[in-house]
């Protein structure tokens, strides 16, 4: 069965810094990975996700996210974060091409952003 | 117009009672989800519904039962509320003939048991 880390569960950073936060998952079959982003009281919303092709995936809001195979990684970044990107973050993973299973998510990670 | 939407938004109930979440998308999707998130934050499968059929039936009491009328509705009926029920119900749906993974999330519902 697959599942997924996040390595931190909160990540305080200052206004314009840059920013990662880590994800690892374990499958022995091909995956698809995502990251989603909740803010309070809101549901999940899709940042990015890595399907096939190239290993650099850009998504929503300046984030992007590289997928490894080789460390079964796909770690999430942003060069400059805004106090507006203060959130929690999901990394998700589920199986490829196969119809009927669903996402299965990480712990989560706390991004808090301050000036 | 709402892509994925939970009725009520907030639910406070006594230990012992029963109560229902419902659930609607208008994206068209076949196949709907529901997901419980606990105070921690971990968000965990449920059930889920491909064209009225369920199709993934995590290990979850079977106080709480799911119900699908019809392929772009997923209710959530739960039986004699215990304490550990209170979390956030959240619905999702997708297209599972894409097969992409991607799931399409409603605001949650937030269930309090006193």
Redesign the interface.
């Known amino acids: 069965a697959q599942s997924v880390t996040q390595l931190d569960s909160q990540v305080p950073v200052f206004e314009e810094a840059p920013v990662e936060l880590r994800c690892n998952y374990s499958s022995s079959v091909s995956v698809?990975l995502?990251w989603?982003v909740?803010y309070p009281?809101?549901?999940?919303?899709?940042l990015l996700?890595y399907?096939s092709g190239s290993t650099l995936v850009k998504g929503i809001n300046g984030f992007e996210a590289e997928f490894n195979k080789s460390q079964t990684s796909f770690h999430l970044r942003k060069p400059s974060v805004h106090i507006s990107d203060t959130a929690?973050y999901?990394c998700a993973v589920?199986l490829a091409?196969?119809?009927?299973?669903?996402?299965?998510?990480g712990?989560?990670t706390t991004l808090s952003v301050s000036s | 117009d709402t892509a994925v939407s939970q009725t009520p938004k907030y639910l406070v109930t006594q230990m012992g009672n029963d109560k229902s979440i419902k659930c609607e998308q208008n994206l068209g999707h076949d196949t709907m989800y529901w997901y419980k998130q606990d105070s921690k934050k971990f968000l965990k499968i449920m059930f889920s519904y491909n064209n009225k059929e369920l199709i993934i039936n995590e290990t979850v009491p079977n106080r709480f039962s799911p119900k699908s009328p019809d392929k772009a509705h997923l209710n959530l009926h739960i039986n004699s509320l215990e304490l550990g029920d209170s979390a956030v119900y959240f619905c999702a749906s997708s297209n599972l003939a894409g097969v992409t993974g991607e799931l399409f999330f409603g605001e949650g519902s937030r269930l309090t048991v006193l």
């Open positions: 698809y995502f989603y909740q009281n809101q549901g999940l919303q899709l996700k399907l929690e999901f589920t091409n196969q119809a009927g299973t669903a996402l299965i998510f712990k989560g």
